[in-house]
């Protein structure tokens, strides 16, 4: 099936700095979206992105939607020990509502 | 908490057997989706239902189904397990079967075959 790349693949960075994460297609998606996933639980929602170059923030957290609709962003600024998990990219091609996943980012934290 | 319930929480069985996962969406979707996550494969999608019926297919195996009652949970069906279908089973519901209408997850199955 349809592969999103996601990179990197782990990271561990001390806390109160900036992260990044990409997540990159050879095929154009109409939306992207990323969540996070605690051990244990089921992914979580964190941001939603409906069109090529929106930029759109919930907290320390900001993504952006690639002008080319073939890849995406994740920065969390000032990380904190709760930011610790794996975090998920998903695209949506069509009308349809059928999500392919990245293989997900897992982020360690240092205090 | 995302509003979408799921059942059992841990399930360990043999392989040969047959197992039913159980899905409760959040109040108010009518549409539910099934994936399995395993450590190698990631998140896959495996298929959805809208209002009872099925909307969308993805991954799914002819050894697996799933159906949708009129009180909108789902439940999907595993049969003829083998060790390769352990892994995480999540079951996501939203609104409506289309695009714009975000997907919530629950906290997921785990399915252990021996």
């Known amino acids: 099936g349809q592969q999103l790349n996601q990179s990197p693949q782990s990271m561990f960075t001390q806390e109160g700095e900036d992260v990044s994460m990409n997540c990159t297609s050879s095929?154009?998606?109409?939306?992207w979206l990323w969540y996070k996933q605690d051990p244990g639980e089921g992914p979580v929602l964190l941001i939603a992105l409906y069109k090529a170059g929106e930029l759109t923030s919930n907290g320390r957290l900001t993504a952006q939607f690639g002008i080319t609709r073939k890849d995406s962003f994740l920065n969390i600024s000032a990380s904190i020990p709760s930011d610790v998990g794996i975090y998920f990219c998903a695209g949506r091609r069509n009308a349809g509502n059928m999500l392919t996943f990245g293989g997900g980012t897992r982020l360690m934290v240092k205090p | 908490d995302s509003g979408v319930t799921q059942t059992p929480k841990h399930l360990i069985t043999a392989t040969g057997q047959r197992v039913t996962l159980r899905c409760s969406p959040r109040?108010?979707?009518?549409?539910v989706y099934w994936y399995q996550q395993s450590l190698d494969q990631g998140l896959q999608f495996l298929i959805q239902?809208?209002?009872?019926?099925?909307?969308a297919k993805g991954n799914i195996l002819e050894r697996f189904s799933a159906q949708q009652f009129p009180d909108l949970h789902s439940e999907l069906n595993l049969s003829s397990l083998e060790l390769g279908d352990s892994a995480l089973y999540f079951c996501?519901?939203?609104?409506?079967?289309?695009?714009?209408?975000?997907?919530?997850f629950g906290p997921g199955t785990r399915l252990t075959v021996t």
């Open positions: 109040s108010g979707d009518l549409s």
């Open positions: 095929s154009i998606f109409n939306t």
């Open positions: 996501a519901s939203s609104v409506s079967g289309y695009a714009l209408v975000e997907q919530y």
């Open positions: 239902y809208y209002n009872g019926e099925e909307r």
